[in-house]
């Protein structure tokens, strides 16, 4: 089955204490990136990646990390949450060349930071 | 600035009613437009137009798209309560395949 996953699901940290996201998709699609979700401000993409070891800031990548190394795979990591980015994330991958393409976005990763 | 501005931000509507939900855009390289509807969880796709005028369908779905006066519409006909959910509009501006959001329409609708 075609799909993105994110792990973990669920999440509650405290300030400071680095963590990972993990994304991954079996599309074989080169674009892939990372949103947070707000409540009134809508998606707010974080990075993006146009293939491996290509990433780019989003409107949003302060406090933020990201890595591609494998196509498949693009983590997002915060090296030292504050409670600000407490939100719902979303990792998304889209594929083709040139022209227009969809996104799939993965299940959500809900983060807490006290 | 590149925007995406979606009306209304919320409607309450009764089973087996007809929606119109409404996405105007300002781009300066458009290259396609995309409707997912959102539930508890994430986004999913529904629609990607590109081309003014030609309809897309899918069941009580269809959308629409007006590139002279850069706007789209989403119909969803005969309303159910499944239909409940955000909808949320997005466009390709072309630039490193960016999308650009629309906040959403919030749609209920009661048995």
């Known amino acids: 089955e075609a799909q993105v996953t994110q792990n973990p699901r669920y999440l509650i940290t405290v300030t400071g204490k680095k963590l990972t996201v993990t994304c991954s998709q079996n599309?074989?699609?080169?674009?892939m990136s990372w949103y947070r979700q707000d409540p009134g401000l809508g998606l707010r993409q974080i990075y993006y990646?146009?293939?491996?070891?290509?990433?780019d800031k989003g409107d949003v990548p302060e406090g933020y990390k990201v890595s591609r190394k494998e196509k498949r795979n693009f983590p997002l990591i915060l090296e030292s949450p504050s409670p600000n980015q407490t939100s719902l994330y979303f990792c998304?991958?889209?594929?083709?060349?040139?022209?227009?393409?969809?996104?799939?976005f993965g299940p959500g990763t809900r983060l807490t930071v006290t | 600035e590149d925007k995406v501005v979606q009306s209304p931000l919320s409607l309450v509507v009764h089973e087996g009613d007809t929606v119109t939900l409404n996405c105007s855009y300002e781009?300066?390289?458009?290259?396609?437009l995309l409707w997912y509807k959102q539930e508890k969880k994430a986004p999913t796709f529904l629609f990607m137009l590109?081309?003014s005028g030609i309809e897309k369908k899918s069941g009580r779905l269809s959308s629409i798209l007006d590139k002279k006066e850069l706007f789209s519409i989403l119909n969803i006909t005969a309303t159910q309560t499944g239909d409940s959910a955000i909808y949320l509009c997005?466009?390709?501006?072309?630039?490193?395949?960016?999308?650009?959001w629309g906040l959403g329409t919030s749609l209920a609708v009661n048995p």
């Open positions: 781009v300066t390289n458009f290259r396609s």
């Open positions: 997005a466009v390709d501006a072309g630039n490193n395949r960016k999308l650009i």
């Open positions: 990646s146009m293939n491996v070891e290509v990433t």
């Open positions: 998304a991958s889209g594929g083709g060349t040139g022209g227009s393409y969809e996104q799939y």
């Open positions: 599309m074989n699609h080169e674009y």
């Open positions: 590109t081309s």
